[in-house]
């Protein structure tokens, strides 16, 4: 075996380790519907600012998890753990934002998700792989 496909394997073994452990921490912790997330720094998103965000995973169905999964097919992206996925946790959040405009549209969307600070973005995905995860 090559060198290169030894190192490829030794991370493929090291990524799996640390899913594992993921999802038995994420086991471990309290059953949460939902999430407030308070930024930092204000987040800004065609034209509104946020201070806060709160998401209602409970409201999530199994639609929603077919629609996502559709959107990143459409994107040329293939999911192989949807609890791994970024872009799909990230349609994941934006789903179940309970933040809505005057007619009741979501007034955010999966790019501004992804387009948060990195760390705005790996605390809110986490809550959702981590509501993902319990359910399993």
Not at 16 to 34: F, I, L, N, P, T
Not at 94 to 110: M, P, Q, S, W, Y
Request: with cysteine.
């Amino acid at each position: 075996m090559s060198k290169e496909k030894e190192l490829n394997l030794k991370t493929v073994q090291e990524d799996a380790a640390e899913a594992e452990r993921v999802a038995e921490e994420a086991k471990q912790e309290q059953d949460a519907g939902s999430y407030t997330h308070t930024f930092k720094t204000p987040f800004q998103w065609k034209g509104r600012t946020f201070e806060s965000l709160t998401f209602d995973w409970t409201v999530l169905k199994g639609k929603d998890h077919l629609e996502i999964e559709q959107e990143l097919l459409a994107k040329g992206r293939t999911l192989v753990s949807p609890a791994f996925t970024g872009d799909f946790l990230a349609g994941m959040a934006a789903r179940a934002c309970t933040e809505r405009d005057e007619n009741g549209k979501r007034v955010i969307d999966g790019q501004a998700v992804v387009e948060m600070d990195m760390a705005d973005f790996q605390a809110i995905t986490r809550k959702a792989r981590g509501f993902l995860l319990r359910a399993g």
